[in-house]
């Protein structure tokens, strides 16, 4: 359970653009497995993955649902005739190599598929196989994760140039005291912290410390390192099974010291392949034959997570539905993801948290111990709530 909301700080911004449809990208160098993995995500072989680097040229997206308990005992207690997960949008983007943001390799339009995505899973291969061609020679993640970061941070640095001097051409008759030339050189001002965080911090945006004022800047510029990065390490099936490979230390070292608090999930493309190849019924018996299980679902939840996303439930003999919305959202624009109508006639929700509900065993029982709550417009959304919209006609 949330604790109790202390008097409201100034909320803090989030990185970002605003939205309930946000998507994550899976981002890499030539053949680390990004397709492979995407496959398996979306379980159709879309006949992308293939043994020569820049397989994937168009980006292909894909709904995963985001496997949620919550979501399947509410199924289980309603019985509804459908059932709808929430789910997490993911886009399969061509490799990236050394040099892309100079327009090496498929360079300039891969960055402008990263530059449409909201969060990043990163694929980094830390599997040995002769027969795939490694685009650097050999296997080596850190060097391979530096080349990641270097190129989109250098992308970002030209990005926040050309912003700077635009600024400052149109900024260069700010002689005066009026607020729209303060505000100008208030903006001015962060853009050039922005260019510290990058150039001489050598940090990613996202690691730098923002006010909600800066934080408003940083989004209208769109940065390639101000997304979430969710570190998918491709493991041998082998090393993944007995949880041992030699760069996993060094990786997670890198990661500490580079962008510290950054998820690492370890999986194996291989792995996940074979299962996604059998029959839903015989996955268990595989995973248990194996002496290990599929990292699908962790993945989509860290994904799910790192975008800043939570759900809320609808419940019905017809219908049990997660709706996916940014942490922070109030009811009205909650009620507004089902239908505009909700949120432009929005007059309350009937509001009870899953925990309660679980507790207490049916809605009944919740509505007597006084826990099925009216709450107006100011209400904020929280993880797992269960609402029943009212609106007027
Ligand atoms: N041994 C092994 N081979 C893999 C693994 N993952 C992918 N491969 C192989 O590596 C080759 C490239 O895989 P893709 O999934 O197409 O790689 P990609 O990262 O999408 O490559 P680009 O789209 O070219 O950037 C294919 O031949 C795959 O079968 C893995 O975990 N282990
Ligand atoms: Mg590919």
Redesign the pocket.
């Known amino acids: 359970m949330p604790p109790k909301k202390a008097p409201e700080k100034e909320k803090k911004s989030v990185l970002g653009r605003p939205g309930n449809n946000l998507k994550v990208g899976i981002v ?12 398996a995500l979306s379980k159709t072989d879309l006949g ?9 040229i168009n980006p292909e997206e894909a709904r995963i649902p985001v496997p949620d308990a919550r979501f399947d005992w509410l199924c289980e207690t309603y019985k509804p005739v459908s059932k709808v997960p929430a789910f997490l949008t993911c886009i ?1 983007i ?2 990236l190599t050394a040099g892309a943001s100079t327009g090496a390799g498929l360079g300039n339009a891969f960055l402008s598929h990263v530059r449409a995505v909201d969060g990043i899973f990163q ?1 980094v291969r830390a ?1 040995d ?1 002769s ?2 061609t490694h685009v650097e020679g050999d296997v080596d993640p850190l060097r391979d994760m530096e080349i990641i970061q270097t190129e989109l941070r250098l992308k970002d640095i030209e990005w926040v140039e050309k912003s700077l001097d635009q600024h400052k051409k149109s900024g260069r008759a700010l002689g005066g005291s009026s607020l729209a030339d303060k505000a100008r050189k208030e903006e001015i001002a962060t853009i050039e912290k922005i260019y510290k965080v990058l150039t001489e911090d050598q940090k990613d945006i996202r690691k730098g410390d923002w006010t909600n004022k800066e934080i408003d800047v940083v989004n209208s510029l769109q940065l390639l390192t101000a997304k979430p990065v969710t570190y998918l390490v ?4 082998r090393d993944y099974i007995r949880k041992k490979n030699k760069w996993l230390p060094k990786i997670k070292g890198w990661i500490d010291e580079h962008n510290p608090g950054d998820p690492l999930i370890p999986f ?3 792995l996940e ?1 074979r299962l996604a190849l059998l029959p839903e019924e015989e996955r268990a018996d595989a995973e248990k034959e194996a002496g290990a299980q599929s990292a699908l679902g962790k993945i989509t939840q860290a994904g799910y997570a790192s975008l800043d996303l939570i759900r809320y439930f609808t419940c019905g003999p017809d219908e049990v539905r997660a709706w996916t919305i940014r942490r922070g959202t109030k009811a009205p624009q909650a009620a507004g993801v089902i239908h505009t109508d909700f949120e432009n006639k929005f007059v309350c929700g009937e509001i009870m948290s899953y925990d309660d509900l679980k507790e207490h065993g049916s809605e009944p029982a919740v509505k007597a111990a006084g826990k099925l709550r009216q709450q107006g417009k100011p209400y904020e959304m929280a993880d797992g709530d269960i609402a029943y919209w009212k609106s007027g006609a």
């Open positions: 890499g160098l030539p053949n680390v497995g990004k397709s492979s993995f995407f496959n992308k993955a293939a043994n020569f680097p820049y397989a994937t399969d061509a490799g694929v599997f196989d027969e795939v491709n493991l041998s099936e194996s493309v291989a392949e």
